[in-house]
């Protein structure tokens, strides 16, 4: 298996004042993208594996609240209501294996796990983006490179049961379910749970704090089980907690972002040189004011041999013109590529530093007793993975709420009795 082939599942919380931003980045309602490489000649390949028509994320929204679909009850202005969920995989990996064709079957795919996740009536859109040009993967491959990606707009629902109260003037009704909410909620979505030991007790970290599960990290296993369950092979999620992992494939992304922007600096150098070298005059400005003779007529007069270097010096004028202009946008665009990887290098070298130091007692243990420290974190992740909870959407059915309701009467008759 290439080395950095893996997958990716990230949310990013989407409030309904901020939503319109992302909404147009992804349905591409921009007319330009000015920080991005957006090809709007290929955005017509873009792929709608759900939409909401002429409707904005919001419109449809106070759609679904209208018909009593969702409930926004209880959140605040600013809270979170949106979830924007971007799966990738590396641009490699599917220019290995066919391309926008493979991208296409694979996204769909993904798709129908965010229907699992979510559930299908609770997505608002997903789109697939072959428009966004991969620079590096471009240079490698000397033909242009796209990177394919899928972005899900989504409401985090949960069904949360509303029961009558003592309230009610009915008292075989107390206690039973009066109706389902699908309510929408981020926290609860993507709440975390504390880790338990054999005991059932809380785990705690050095700091004597609890450990909890994340339900992000939960989402990254789920993702890549799936996509590997539906038959996609040949790229990794990563070893959930190797630390030494990450480390070395972030320290390997700057390594490889530090040569490409050496490599750009020195084909600026080289274009700056390049036309003082190949575009030099044949004639001073003296020559070309003493080359005309006027005549009685007032018309000028040239030699064939004066005439000959004027002419060639016209057509290396405009070729010089036309190439500078060339050189000046091409630099422009290098230099553009400069400054993005010299910031994504910083950033990478500060993401480093901090995870360096962040697992510094664990890199240092593993050095003395590699074999230990595994088996350790191994047995560790085992207990992990049988406390996880479920991340996918199952709504409470009808039948469920009948069944419920019908054992509630049950135990009220025998109680009376």
């Keep these: 298996?290439?080395?950095?082939?893996?997958?990716?599942?990230?949310?990013?919380?989407?409030?309904?004042?901020?939503?319109?931003?992302?909404?147009?980045?992804?349905?591409?309602?921009?007319?330009?993208?000015?920080?991005?490489?957006?090809?709007?000649?290929?955005?017509?390949?873009?792929?709608?594996?759900?939409?909401?028509?002429?409707?904005?994320?919001?419109?449809?929204?106070?759609?679904?609240?209208?018909?009593?679909?969702?409930?926004l009850k209880g959140l605040k202005a600013d809270a979170t209501v949106f979830n924007e969920m971007i799966l990738d995989v590396n641009t490699d990996y599917f220019e290995r294996n066919g391309g926008y064709d493979f991208a296409c079957r694979f996204y769909e795919e993904a798709f129908h796990f965010a229907e699992k996740l979510y559930g299908k009536d609770n997505i608002i859109s997903a789109v697939m983006h072959a428009d966004e040009l991969n620079i590096a993967m471009t240079e490698k491959y000397g033909k242009p490179i796209y990177h394919y990606h899928l972005h899900i707009m989504a409401l985090p629902v949960v069904d949360k049961e509303?029961?009558?109260?003592?309230?009610?003037?009915?008292?075989?009704?107390?206690?039973?379910?009066?109706?389902?909410?699908?309510?929408?909620?981020?926290?609860?979505?993507?709440?975390?749970?504390?880790?338990?030991?054999?005991?059932?007790?809380?785990?705690?970290?050095?700091?004597?704090?609890?450990?909890?599960?994340?339900?992000?990290?939960?989402?990254?296993?789920?993702?890549?089980?799936?996509?590997?369950?539906?038959?996609?092979?040949?790229?990794?999620?990563?070893?959930?907690?190797?630390?030494?992992?990450?480390?070395?494939?972030?320290?390997?992304?700057?390594?490889?972002?530090?040569?490409?922007?050496?490599?750009?600096?020195?084909?600026?150098a080289a274009e700056q040189v390049r036309y003082n070298d190949n575009h030099k005059a044949f004639m001073t400005f003296a020559e070309i004011d003493s080359s005309?003779?006027?005549?009685?007529?007032?018309?000028?007069?040239?030699?064939?041999?004066?005439?000959?270097?004027?002419?060639?010096?016209?057509?290396?004028?405009?070729?010089?013109?036309s190439e500078?202009?060339?050189?000046?946008?091409e630099n422009k665009n290098l230099s553009r590529q400069i400054w993005s990887l010299q910031s994504e290098v910083s950033k990478l070298r500060t993401a480093l530093r901090e995870l360096t130091e962040k697992c510094r007692p664990y890199l240092e243990a593993l050095k003395i007793a590699p074999q230990k420290v595994k088996e350790f974190i191994s047995g560790i992740l085992e207990k992990f993975k049988k406390q996880e909870k479920s991340i996918y959407y199952e709504p409470i059915s009808a039948r469920e709420q009948q069944s419920s309701e019908r054992g509630k009467r049950s135990k009220n008759k025998d109680y009376e009795r």
Excluded at 300 to 317: G, P, Q
């Design 1 to 71: 298996m290439p080395k950095g082939d893996f997958s990716v599942a990230r949310i990013e919380k989407r409030t309904r004042a901020s939503v319109g931003k992302f909404e147009r980045h992804i349905e591409r309602k921009n007319e330009s993208y000015e920080n991005m490489n957006v090809d709007l000649s290929r955005t017509p390949m873009n792929v709608h594996f759900q939409g909401c028509g002429e409707l904005t994320y919001n419109e449809h929204l106070d759609r679904l609240i209208a018909d009593g679909v969702v409930s």
């Design 324 to 329: 500078a202009q060339r050189l000046r946008e």
């Design 292 to 321: 005309g003779k006027k005549s009685f007529t007032g018309k000028y007069t040239v030699s064939a041999e004066d005439y000959e270097k004027l002419t060639t010096l016209a057509k290396r004028s405009y070729s010089a013109v």
């Design 162 to 268: 509303v029961r009558w109260s003592k309230r009610c003037k009915d008292p075989a009704l107390v206690g039973m379910v009066k109706e389902v909410i699908h309510q929408v909620s981020h926290s609860k979505k993507w709440k975390s749970e504390k880790a338990l030991d054999e005991n059932g007790n809380p785990i705690l970290n050095s700091n004597g704090k609890p450990v909890y599960h994340a339900s992000y990290s939960i989402l990254q296993d789920k993702f890549y089980e799936y996509m590997k369950d539906a038959g996609f092979e040949g790229f990794d999620r990563g070893e959930r907690g190797s630390t030494a992992e990450n480390l070395t494939s972030l320290g390997y992304k700057i390594q490889q972002d530090e040569k490409r922007l050496a490599d750009i600096e020195q084909r600026i």
